[in-house]
């Protein structure tokens, strides 16, 4: 991003339209990103790992984020969670507005909003407390009663498949059942959000299936929204919503349609992002094929936009455009 983009990110109003006005920008929605900025500063070097996210995620969603290694991911997981801040634009989670709260408030929103699970299964449970005691204490820090906490632990080890655990320490499960319980644990105080960082990533593919149905469990039968961070296809398959990050900025959409039986199915349609700056991440297979760089040529037409590679910066050759859908665009 240039030091004009990000001047411009920096000072634009938080959740106003194109023309600088008020808007609603995700109203309604559980989570609401709207050009979103987190620089790293790190001896003398400037990071942007977000560079004007726009994300938008509705109540109830089942939702997988994707990229590669420095995509700014885990960057956004953590400003989500409470565990880091932004340096410029707006997050809102269940009406909290995350850049504005105090030490206190975001341990509170830690505790009583949104929950987390590591992908290190050692991150999320207490050793020397039994599956049971560890889905209890947040509850039990909460103020809530024994009664009330003991009747939850139940209810959620006996949904997530894990009852057979409550008494044992977590060097008594596997890994699997380990992670199962951390969902547990995570989702005790009920949340609104779920966040799931790499959740399978140590675990093989039949006990990572048996922690993604978990996950799904916990969003149909107990209504909390999920994001899951994953390297994970076959997750990432399994969903009806794929959000791919690139470059600090969501650059993809995957929305998968059922068969009318609610189950996902292959059926995927995948959709450029266009931010509310208007900005457009073209694929990287496409522009290399059409040897794209540095300039494009746009033309609306009556139902696409036409976009060509510049001439001169491609040694004077022509190409095909490629077409845009205004759907898609």
């Known amino acids: 991003m240039s030091d004009s983009t990000t001047a411009a990110s920096l000072e634009e109003p938080p959740f106003a339209d194109s023309t600088g006005g008020p808007a609603d920008y995700g109203a309604g ?34 939702t997988a984020l994707v990229g590669a290694s420095g995509s700014g991911k885990s960057t956004l997981v953590n400003i989500l969670a409470g565990l880091d801040t932004p340096t410029a634009g707006s997050v809102r989670v269940d009406g909290h507005d995350l850049a504005a709260m105090s030490a206190r408030q975001r341990l509170a929103y830690r505790r009583g909003t949104v929950g987390f699970i590591w992908q290190q299964t050692s991150r999320n449970l207490l ?47 596997s890994g699997g059942e380990q992670q199962r ?14 966040l799931a960082d790499e959740p399978t990533g140590e675990l093989d593919s039949v006990t990572a299936d048996d922690v993604f149905t978990a996950l799904k469990a916990a969003n149909t039968e107990l209504g909390v929204t999920v994001l899951v961070v994953t390297h994970d296809s076959a997750v ?32 995927a349609v995948e959709y450029a992002v266009l931010d509310r700056a208007g900005r457009l991440q073209l694929p990287r297979e496409m522009t290399e094929t059409l040897a794209m760089r540095d300039r494009v040529r746009l033309e609306l037409e009556p139902d696409h936009i036409g976009v060509w590679p510049d001439q001169q910066a491609n040694g004077g050759t022509s190409s095909a455009p490629a077409a845009l859908p205004e759907e898609d665009a």
């Open 236 to 267: 990432s398959a399994n969903v009806r919503r794929v959000l791919a990050i690139r470059d600090g900025r969501t650059s993809t959409e995957t929305l998968r349609h059922d068969g009318g039986d609610g189950s996902p199915l292959g059926h």
């Open 181 to 194: 319980v951390a969902i547990a644990t995570a989702i005790a105080n009920k949340p609104a959000l779920l």
């Open 127 to 173: 050793p020397y407390l039994t599956a049971g005691q560890n889905v209890d204490l947040p509850m039990k820090l909460a103020g809530k009663g024994r009664q009330a906490r003991h009747a939850r632990t139940a209810e959620l080890l006996e949904t997530l498949g894990v009852a057979h655990c409550t008494r044992r320490r977590p060097d008594q499960m």
């Open 29 to 62: 929605a559980l989570v609401a990103c709207d050009r979103l900025v987190r620089i790293y500063q790190a001896e003398g070097i400037e990071v942007q790992a977000l560079q004007g996210l726009d994300l938008v995620v509705e109540r109830g969603e089942l």
